[in-house]
C-alpha cells in the first residue's frame, strides 16, 4: 500500500480548506487542488511512505506492472497511471467548462479524454454545482451565450450538501461553484477547456484564456442529464456510486471491521478517506490513515480489511 505527496496547486480561486483537512501545516495560500495521485506528465506523485519512498508513481508502476495495475489494466495504460485523485477547494467561482472524450482528445494529439466524478466533501450555505445544461442548446447560439454571460442561464445548477456525488461524462459543461469543498476521480487528463470565466482577472491585471472554438467541438449541446446521483446510505456495505467504462466508484461508511474482497478484481484500487480515521490491513501491511489520506493498492491484494476508530467514511475507486 502506497500514500504520496500532495501535489498543491495555487489558482485564482483556491481556499484554505484543503491542508487542515489533511492535517498539513503549509504556508501555501489559495490551494484550489490537491493532486493526490497524479500520473500526469510534470505532476506525478511521489511515494510517500514504505521503502519505495521517493519514486515518481511512474517508476513504482515500472517496477511492479501488472501486479500494481492489474493484467487488463497494465495493457491498456502501460506505465501511465490511469486516474488523476483530487481534492478541489473553491474560495469562488471555478470557470465554465468543458472536458472532450477520448476520441477528440486522441485527434489533437492528447493521450486521453476526461470523464469526471466529484464526491462533496463540504459545502457553504448557498453552494452549488452546475451540471450540464437545464435544456436543450442550439449549437448556433453558443457563440452568442459565451460572449454575454447568458451561459449562466442556461446550466442545470444543484445545490449540495455533503454526500451529493455526480458523475461528469465527457462533453457535458460544467462547474464548481464557489463554497463547494469535494474530491474528485477523473481520468488522467489534463485538458480543460473554458467556455466563460465570469470576465474576471489574474494577478497581472488579465482575463484568463478561453477556449471558444476547442470547447465547441467537445460540448454535447443536448445534454440535460446533470442530475445528482441517487443512493441509499447502508452503514458496513459498499455502496455503488458509479459504475463507468473509466472508473467505478463506491461509498464506504463503516463503523466496524470491514472485509474487501478483491481476490477477482484484476485491478488496482484507491481508498480516500473522506471522514475519521481507520486501519487498513492488506496481507502482513497496516497503514493507519485518516480524513484527506489517498492510499493505492496494488492489484496483487486478494483483499484489505478496514477497522475503522469510530465512524469513518471512504471513497473507493478502481477499474472494473
Given at each position: 500500500?502506497w500514500?504520496?505527496?500532495?501535489?498543491f496547486?495555487?489558482?485564482i480561486?483556491?481556499?484554505?480548506?484543503?491542508?487542515?483537512?489533511?492535517?498539513?501545516?503549509?504556508?501555501?495560500?489559495?490551494?484550489?487542488?490537491s493532486w493526490?495521485?497524479?500520473?500526469?506528465?510534470?505532476?506525478?506523485?511521489?511515494?510517500?511512505n514504505?521503502?519505495?519512498?521517493g519514486?515518481?508513481?511512474?517508476?513504482?508502476?515500472d517496477?511492479?506492472?501488472?501486479?500494481?495495475?492489474?493484467?487488463?489494466?497494465?495493457?491498456k495504460y502501460?506505465?501511465?497511471?490511469?486516474?488523476?485523485?483530487?481534492?478541489?477547494d473553491?474560495?469562488?467561482?471555478?470557470?465554465?467548462?468543458?472536458?472532450?472524450?477520448?476520441k477528440l482528445a486522441?485527434?489533437r494529439?492528447?493521450k486521453?479524454?476526461?470523464?469526471?466524478?466529484w464526491?462533496?466533501?463540504?459545502?457553504?450555505?448557498g453552494?452549488?454545482?452546475?451540471?450540464?445544461?437545464?435544456?436543450?442548446v442550439?449549437?448556433?447560439?453558443?457563440?452568442?451565450?459565451?460572449?454575454?454571460?447568458?451561459?449562466?442561464d442556461?446550466l442545470?445548477?444543484?445545490?449540495?450538501?455533503?454526500?451529493?456525488?455526480?458523475?461528469i461524462?465527457?462533453?457535458?459543461?460544467?462547474?464548481i461553484?464557489k463554497?463547494?469543498?469535494?474530491?474528485e476521480?477523473?481520468?488522467?487528463?489534463d485538458?480543460?477547456?473554458?467556455?466563460?470565466d465570469?470576465?474576471r482577472?489574474?494577478?497581472?491585471?488579465?482575463?484568463?484564456?478561453?477556449?471558444?472554438?476547442?470547447?465547441?467541438?467537445a460540448?454535447?449541446?443536448?445534454?440535460?442529464?446533470?442530475?445528482?446521483?441517487?443512493?441509499?446510505?447502508?452503514?458496513?456495505?459498499?455502496?455503488?456510486?458509479?459504475?463507468?467504462?473509466?472508473?467505478?466508484?463506491?461509498?464506504?461508511?463503516?463503523?466496524?471491521?470491514?472485509?474487501?474482497?478483491y481476490?477477482?478484481?484484476?485491478?488496482?484500487?484507491?481508498?480516500?478517506?473522506?471522514?475519521?480515521?481507520?486501519?487498513?490491513?492488506?496481507?502482513?501491511?497496516?497503514?493507519e490513515?485518516?480524513?484527506?489520506?489517498?492510499?493505492?493498492?496494488?492489484a496483487?491484494?486478494?483483499?484489505?480489511?478496514?477497522?475503522?476508530k469510530?465512524?469513518?467514511?471512504?471513497?473507493?475507486?478502481y477499474?472494473?
Amino acid at each position: 500500500m502506497w500514500t504520496f505527496k500532495p501535489i498543491f496547486k495555487t489558482t485564482i480561486w483556491g481556499g484554505e480548506r484543503i491542508a487542515p483537512f489533511k492535517g498539513i501545516e503549509t504556508e501555501q495560500k489559495n490551494i484550489g487542488e490537491s493532486w493526490e495521485i497524479s500520473g500526469v506528465e510534470g505532476d506525478e506523485s511521489i511515494v510517500a511512505n514504505s521503502h519505495d519512498a521517493g519514486k515518481t508513481i511512474t517508476q513504482l508502476i515500472d517496477k511492479y506492472g501488472t501486479s500494481l495495475l492489474g493484467e487488463r489494466n497494465y495493457k491498456k495504460y502501460g506505465d501511465r497511471f490511469p486516474l488523476l485523485i483530487k481534492f478541489i477547494d473553491a474560495r469562488e467561482d471555478l470557470s465554465v467548462q468543458v472536458h472532450p472524450d477520448d476520441k477528440l482528445a486522441h485527434e489533437r494529439g492528447k493521450k486521453s479524454g476526461k470523464s469526471e466524478m466529484w464526491y462533496v466533501l463540504g459545502a457553504e450555505p448557498g453552494a452549488r454545482l452546475a451540471n450540464g445544461f437545464n435544456r436543450q442548446v442550439e449549437p448556433g447560439d453558443y457563440r452568442r451565450l459565451v460572449e454575454t454571460g447568458e451561459i449562466m442561464d442556461v446550466l442545470n445548477f444543484n445545490d449540495i450538501h455533503p454526500g451529493d456525488t455526480f458523475f461528469i461524462p465527457a462533453g457535458r459543461v460544467h462547474a464548481i461553484g464557489k463554497g463547494a469543498f469535494v474530491a474528485e476521480i477523473q481520468q488522467t487528463s489534463d485538458v480543460t477547456y473554458r467556455l466563460y470565466d465570469y470576465k474576471r482577472k489574474d494577478k497581472d491585471g488579465k482575463e484568463r484564456e478561453l477556449h471558444t472554438d476547442l470547447a465547441f467541438d467537445a460540448i454535447n449541446f443536448n445534454d440535460t442529464e446533470g442530475r445528482s446521483v441517487a443512493y441509499t446510505p447502508h452503514p458496513d456495505i459498499p455502496v455503488n456510486l458509479v459504475t463507468s467504462p473509466f472508473f467505478t466508484t463506491n461509498l464506504l461508511q463503516i463503523d466496524e471491521k470491514v472485509l474487501r474482497d478483491y481476490s477477482e478484481f484484476d485491478t488496482f484500487v484507491v481508498i480516500i478517506a473522506a471522514e475519521g480515521e481507520a486501519s487498513l490491513v492488506c496481507g502482513n501491511e497496516t497503514l493507519e490513515i485518516r480524513r484527506g489520506t489517498s492510499v493505492l493498492i496494488p492489484a496483487s491484494a486478494k483483499g484489505l480489511s478496514i477497522v475503522p476508530k469510530g465512524k469513518f467514511t471512504a471513497i473507493e475507486t478502481y477499474i472494473k
